[in-house]
């Protein structure tokens, strides 16, 4: 991704999206399992495969920094939302 990104952006924005990625990681992954317990799994994976399908649509369409941005927190998101959960459900 990071080549793909030094392609259409500059690479410290890239940089910027790599951090923003851990970033979100961080903040939401005991958020995301107390959301799990609460809401249900079912509803949880959901949510992750509808982040997952918004962030890549982001990507696709491109454009200024914010889109990538929030395509890369979107991306995160699902990752932390599908982290244990799909475990937990099996």
């Known amino acids: 991704m990071f080549l793909y990104f030094e392609q259409v952006l500059t690479a410290p924005q890239a940089i910027l999206l790599a ?3 851990e970033l979100v990681n961080v903040f939401l992954e005991v958020p995301s399992g107390y959301f799990s317990d609460r809401v249900g799994c079912r509803v949880t994976l959901i ?3 509808a982040a997952h399908v918004l962030g890549c649509i982001l990507f696709f369409a491109g454009g200024p920094l914010w889109i990538f941005l929030l ?3 979107l991306l995160a998101a699902h990752m932390v939302l599908n982290s244990g959960t799909d475990s937990a459900l099996l």
């Open 47 to 49: 949510a992750s495969s």
């Open 71 to 73: 395509a890369q927190a």
């Open 19 to 21: 951090s923003a990625y």
